[in-house]
């Protein structure tokens, strides 16, 4: 489009823009598609065609071989709807995730904002803060499973409490959030940290020399700034919060926590296909799992599409 | 001698507010290492040392037992090479086909596209954790439990890196392409000579955070794999430790061990991550 735009401007261009759209059609239709023909291989095999898999098997009643399942119509989903386990699992991994997201947006943004603004030993806080995202959610997990035990544990004693963190229902969920903000909160942080400083100098400076102080700078031009990589944070978060699994799991032990009270929607699924082997019940609540997560994407993209209008 | 000078002259003085922000960095900082120290102190106790009540931070004796014998087992070398396998087959497969399939999609007609390109955005809401069991069964189906294939391929098609790169790929100026078609070069040469060269920062962003993801990954290994030989460092870890009953110092040694290469890889990188980071437009600008 831009080219066609110089051509009526500079004639002397004209034959070359010409050829380039020619260069471009044919080009493009001859290997257009090589180019995603890979990807898109493997996208079929390992996400639509399970995806489409996960549909039929949940309309049956298959076991974990996959042989001898018959048609059973909706009662998978209808049994998983009056299922009080599901809601309750479904209900831990929503609390977890109303916990987890604001607090990690809240504190990356501030750690981004301290590390941006301390002028020395920049390598040292990036490292500092984004460390124990570098380790596998297992890890991060038995070294606050550990912390958090009680009589051996280190947090308890270090505020001299005697907290049953890992037993008591009431803590159980709790840890694991504490556990996730510490894990999990680099990511975002260096999200943060790279749009700070994407965030042009001459805009704060203009801002200086017409008087504003710095929580004028924070409110008029570095929060507005910001505002999309908040909305992708937020969405990744959500997005990550919501298939709460590993943590929970490895802290734990393998249990569903103190009275079921950790069980993620996502550990309840795989009971039910790897532990009780039904696969067609499993299958009826991933593809539960997956309408509710693509309800929150639309809607979203929903708010996004609506805002964007509200500012033109 | 002049680069030493310009250097000492760069240096700002500290300001009141310099140092007030650089005490909040150092003790934030302190809450985010402590558990990482705790780890590697508790590593260096003896298992009954770990297990004390009332625990202690420092080791009263310090020894590497808790090492060598995770060492001895041989367990860790085995997890370890498998680790990196996977991992190293995910990234190159995953850099591949998603510099191939972003660029396709930024910049190459071909029927079909739009409604492609809506199937894969739409995946970005599919992950293992979402479609466990289904892709379990696919995955049987194709005879790959308990194989390096099925622990590596269904890793292999992130929709998320394809978006990363197909925002960049849209975000290079178009004239650079055309001038090389002119000249006769192809789609292919053109690719490989011009767009990738102005992709590596995205390429390296997008490399390490799919090989940190497929390091740290513990859901998918967990579910494809029985077989302690081909299990890899978190799932080993987790799983065949936690069955011999809890021994502190040799989870946690395991544990630093298991966290130990990405650290380091971080350490060299982490000015090319925070940069890639910036260059791929995940940071929204």
């Known amino acids: 489009m831009t080219t066609s735009a110089q051509t009526v401007v500079v004639p002397a261009r004209a034959r070359t823009a010409t050829a380039v759209a020619t260069v471009r059609r044919k080009q493009g239709f001859q290997h257009g598609g090589w180019f995603v023909a890979p990807f898109l291989a493997l996208f079929a095999l390992f996400v639509i065609w399970p995806l489409l898999r996960g549909v039929y098997l949940s309309f049956t009643d298959a076991n974990i071989s996959g042989e001898g399942a018959s048609f059973v119509g909706l009662d998978n989903y209808r049994e998983a709807l009056n299922d009080a386990a599901m809601w309750d699992a479904l209900g831990h991994s929503a609390y977890f995730t109303l916990l987890v997201v604001p607090c990690i947006t809240v504190l990356a943004f501030l750690l981004a904002m301290l590390a941006h603004n301390i002028e020395r030993g920049k390598w040292l806080w990036r490292l500092c803060f984004f460390v124990p995202f570098l380790l596998p959610s297992t890890v991060a997990a038995n070294m606050f499973q550990w912390l958090f035990t009680q009589g051996i544990g280190l947090i308890n004693q270090t505020f001299g409490l005697d907290t049953p963190w890992l037993t008591d229902k009431s803590y159980a969920m709790l840890a694991i959030v504490i556990m996730t903000l510490w894990w999990t909160v680099g990511f975002s942080f260096l999200l943060y940290l790279a749009a700070l400083q994407g965030i042009p100098d001459h805009l704060y400076e203009a801002a200086k020399l017409d008087g504003a102080n710095a929580w004028h700078r924070m409110v008029h031009i570095t929060l507005p700034m910001l505002r999309n990589i908040t909305g992708l944070v937020i969405a990744l978060q959500i997005l990550a919060s919501l298939q709460l699994f590993d943590q929970a799991v490895v802290m734990m032990d393998f249990s569903p926590g103190p009275e079921l009270s950790t069980r993620s929607f996502v550990q309840y699924t795989l009971e039910q296909g790897f532990t009780s082997y039904r696969v067609g019940y499993a299958s009826a609540m991933s593809i539960i799992f997956f309408v509710i997560i693509a309800v929150i994407a639309l809607a979203r993209m929903w708010l996004l599409r609506n805002r964007e209008e509200g500012t033109r | ?132 069991v289904p892709l379990f069964t696919t995955v049987q189906q194709m005879g790959m439990v308990d194989t390096y294939w099925g622990m590596i391929l269904p890793q292999c098609a992130p929709a998320a890196m394809v978006y990363i790169l197909y925002k960049f790929f849209q975000g290079i100026p178009r004239e650079l392409e055309e001038a090389a078609f002119i000249d006769g070069a192809g789609r292919w040469r053109v690719f490989f000579t011009i767009v990738v060269p102005l992709a590596r920062p995205s390429l390296a962003a997008v490399g390490i955070f799919t090989f940190i993801a497929s390091w740290n990954n513990f859901l998918w290994p967990y579910m494809v794999t029985n077989n302690p030989d081909l299990m890899t460092m978190p799932n080993g870890i987790a799983t065949v430790m936690n069955s011999y009953g809890i021994q502190w110092a040799q989870l946690m040694a395991g544990g630093l061990m298991a966290g130990l290469p990405l650290i380091i890889v971080f350490v060299f990188f982490q000015r090319q991550i925070v940069a890639g980071v910036a260059h791929t437009g995940l940071a929204g600008q």
């Open chain 2, 1 to 132: 001698m002049t680069s030493t000078q310009i250097r000492i002259k760069s240096r700002r003085p500290w300001t009141p507010s310099q140092i007030v922000l650089t005490l909040i960095g150092v003790a934030v900082s302190a809450v985010f290492v402590t558990p990482i120290a705790a780890a590697l102190f508790t590593s260096l106790k003896s298992e009954a040392e770990a297990a004390e009540i009332p625990p202690h931070w420092l080791p009263e004796v310090w020894t590497t037992q808790a090492w060598r014998a995770l060492w001895e087992t041989g367990n860790v070398t085995n997890w370890f090479v498998n680790s990196l396998v996977v991992s190293v087959c995910v990234t190159s497969v995953v850099l591949t086909v998603s510099a191939l399939a972003g660029y396709g999609f930024a910049r190459t007609e071909f029927r079909g596209k739009s409604v492609l390109m809506g199937i894969v955005m739409s995946g970005l809401m599919i992950s293992p954790a979402v479609l466990g």
